[in-house]
């Protein structure tokens, strides 16, 4: 739906559209993520900018694709322990270096593809990445980082992985599963295909962007209930007893 000239506005929830796009004739339509094989045309009547003003007022965040803006949903607990997981293993180890790592609420704009999106972390070493002029938002990251969840899997797996891979600066991007462990890890290679990297329990996660092997333990470290164990022989019930025999 148009809103006021403003570009087109889903919501994931069906909320209230924001007082300055309400109409009451619209009635605010479910976030429908585009189709991979959407055509992402440039739309004159909300442009980048306009989206960046209108994002700065906004109380939750949006992401935005050649100008439409999409409401982002609330994370749940398991996605905010992986993500933080792997951030602090980022930061830890980047340490003293000129990379920067980052997570959630910092913007990475794809220029290529008219696109801000809100990576769950990512790391970017470009000098452009670092001064002032890029505090709202990055544009050269070397690694990215998506936690999926059921409603954006198929998202973060298509289209949103085809406008990253309009990023020249892009090396690897990762996808991290939350109900099992299982990661998915994309590589550039000399050719400049992404080759997948698969990993599952007991595995290990190796980011050459960065330099830097995660295990799949400190990816999920207290996101996954551990089995239950084995109760003690105290506590197993009595083993039936053989009928006596009658005489």
């Given amino acids: 739906m148009t809103l006021g000239g403003a570009g087109r506005l889903k919501r ?3 909320g209230a ?18 189709a991979m094989s959407a055509v992402l045309k440039p739309r004159a009547d909300f442009d980048l900018q306009a989206y960046l003003d209108w994002e700065a007022a906004q109380p939750e965040r949006h992401e935005y694709i050649a100008g439409e803006v999409f409401a982002m949903t609330g994370a749940r607990g398991t ?10 293993a980022l930061r ?37 990445d670092l001064g002032e002029q890029a505090e709202l938002a990055k544009t050269a990251p070397k690694l990215v980082v998506e936690v999926l969840s059921d409603s954006t899997a198929a998202y973060d797996r298509g289209l949103k992985f085809e406008l990253y891979q309009r ?48 295990t799949m333990e400190a990816i999920y470290e207290d996101a996954v209930t551990a089995a239950p164990t084995a109760p003690l022989a105290a506590e197993l019930p009595p083993e039936p007893s053989a009928p006596t025999p009658q005489p």
């Avoid at 559209?17 to 585009?34: D, I, Q």
């Avoid at 996605?79 to 602090?88: D, E, F, K, P, W």
């Avoid at 790592?101 to 913007?107: D, F, Y």
């Avoid at 892009?170 to 550039?188: N, P, V």
């Fill in 17 to 34: 559209t924001p007082a300055r796009y309400r109409s009451p004739s619209l009635r605010p339509a479910p976030l429908e993520r585009p």
């Fill in 79 to 88: 996605h905010n322990l992986i993500a933080g997981n792997v951030y602090m």
């Fill in 167 to 214: 990023l020249p600066s892009l090396q690897e991007y990762l996808l991290i599963e939350q109900h099992r462990l299982h990661a998915d890890l994309f590589r550039r290679n000399a050719e400049g295909l992404w080759v997948l990297h698969p990993s599952g329990p007991g595995g290990e996660v190796r980011l050459d962007s960065v330099g830097l092997v995660l």
């Fill in 12 to 14: 994931y929830d069906g």
């Fill in 92 to 128: 830890q180890h980047l340490r003293g270096s000129p990379c920067r790592t980052h997570i959630e609420g910092m913007k990475l704009q794809v220029q290529a593809a008219d696109a801000v999106f809100y990576p769950d972390v990512f790391v970017t070493c470009d000098p452009q």
